[in-house]
């Protein structure tokens, strides 16, 4: 595998599950490849959904919990778990994992813990969202408190990885289990080599890189566009397949950065084997790059089709989400807009402090907020304030963005820019202007409008044929 790889179809071997793989996006044959399904993965996905695609997504660094619709490189050599579980298969509940007898089991909405007597053996985290305490790894530790081994569970409940640490708490191996519970890979983290067995041979991969090659192979994916949001693994099986045109696209994703990243400059100079164009995704490292240098004719900026849930109703309802009393200038915001009614939520009970806000007639308080409660205030609320210090709960942000809230935020307090447009971000010391910026919206339809407009142009929400215009690309 240390070569560059050039197939053909008829080459190609049999896949390893009896499973159909559609590609194709507007006439052209094409896969979505990312390194993990994190937010501009998915987000990327559901994009070129809404326009169309219909070829695969596939993921590298699969966590147990993809959607049924996306591809594992690592899954693909390990069977069908909702086959051979078939009734058994569903997320395991954290008091679900075997223990030693008389180990306790204990856990909260946000993780769990395993103790024998007053000794802590175990740690268990949580897929997301946590509060359903479905199990995605349990770190077992030694008497030192040190993670000696994590185990691994998917969507179906199976215990399909277990990686290995050393006494210093280095990972040094994972073993991947197949869905009959045969060991099916192991990858070492000093070496980087990976071994495969498959069809009752063994094969060696010296890194990522060639493992993923032979996935291509064996999903006849090597003839396929690749479209693909990493310059680290999915780049390099890029480079690594031959092509006649250069028709494979780097989505990037990535925050502004002060250089040109080695390998995004080796597109640009023209040496990636099947990659001539990027496609930036966020307004402000495009800019960045284009200060840089980056060749024009070579760099595009793109951003997403979102999801929206609702259209903006204009009701005079607000939401904060939070899980602390520091909410910068609430109680001012209330009393200059009597007119709009706050609704504050946190997954916690509320201190003192923010259960006095509950003496104005315009604010409605919601301590230990049920999901489905928090739901209908997302469905009910036409405007959010991100004014809440500490962490954000819920992904509060974006939710609101999603149901086309407008969202108005402090430059101490802001907990995601990508969704707020600078009109509506101020500093806390300018707290009248927000609530001027917030009156205005209520008064005026044409003024919210236009917000909501600048809203979107910043998360740069796109078209269905933004998207389908890439197959001439």
Known sequence: MGRDIEVSRGGEGKMGRDTEIKTGFAGNDA?????????????????????????????????????????????FFLGDFKQALGEKAGPRYFNEIKVPEYWEISGTNSSGKVQDLCHERGRIFYAQ?????????????????VVRSSDHYNRYGALWGRTIFNARGQKVNRTYFTAEGREAIVENFVTGDIIVNENGETHVFHGRTEFVLHFFVRARFSQSRI?????????????????????????????????IPGNMQVIFDGQASRTATVIVQKKKA?????????????????????????????????????????????EELVKALPQMHFHIAALTEMSPKLMGLGS????????????????????????????????????A??????????????????????????????????????AAGAAAALADE??????????????????????????SV
């Open 31 to 75: 896969i979505l490849l990312f390194d993990t399904y994190g937010q501009d993965s998915q987000d990327l996905h559901t994009s070129f959904q809404l326009a169309g695609f219909t070829g695969p997504a596939v993921v590298i660094e699969d966590d147990g919990f993809l959607p049924e619709d996306v591809m594992s490189v690592y899954g």
């Open 129 to 145: 969202p946590k509060h359903k305490r479905l199990v995605k790894v349990v770190d077992w530790l030694d008497e030192g408190g």
């Open 227 to 259: 479209f693909f949001n990493s310059l680290s693994t999915p780049f390099f099986v890029s480079n690594r397949l031959k092509s006649r045109v250069k028709r494979d696209i780097l989505f990037w994703q990535e925050p502004e950065r002060e250089d």
């Open 286 to 330: 495009y800019d960045k790059l284009m200060a840089l240098g980056a060749p024009k004719d070579m760099v595009q900026m793109l951003g997403f089709i979102y999801p929206f849930e609702k259209e903006n109703a204009c009701q005079p309802q607000a939401l904060i989400c939070t899980n602390s009393d520091r909410l910068e200038h609430c």
């Open 360 to 395: 104005f007639n315009n604010v409605s308080l919601y301590p230990g907020v049920k999901i489905s409660i928090l739901d209908q205030l997302f469905e009910q609320c036409s405007y959010y304030f991100d004014i809440n210090h500490e962490s954000e709960i819920v992904s």
């Open 397 to 434: 942000v974006r939710r609101a963005f999603l149901h086309n809230q407008l969202i108005f935020a402090f430059r101490e307090t802001m907990h995601n820019g990508d969704y707020v447009a600078k009109e509506q971000i101020f500093p806390a010391a300018e707290w009248e202007r927000m």
């Open 446 to 471: 044409e003024v919210r409008k236009r917000l909501l407009l600048e809203q979107k142009k910043t998360a740069l929400a796109e078209t269905a044929e933004a998207y389908q215009s890439l197959g």
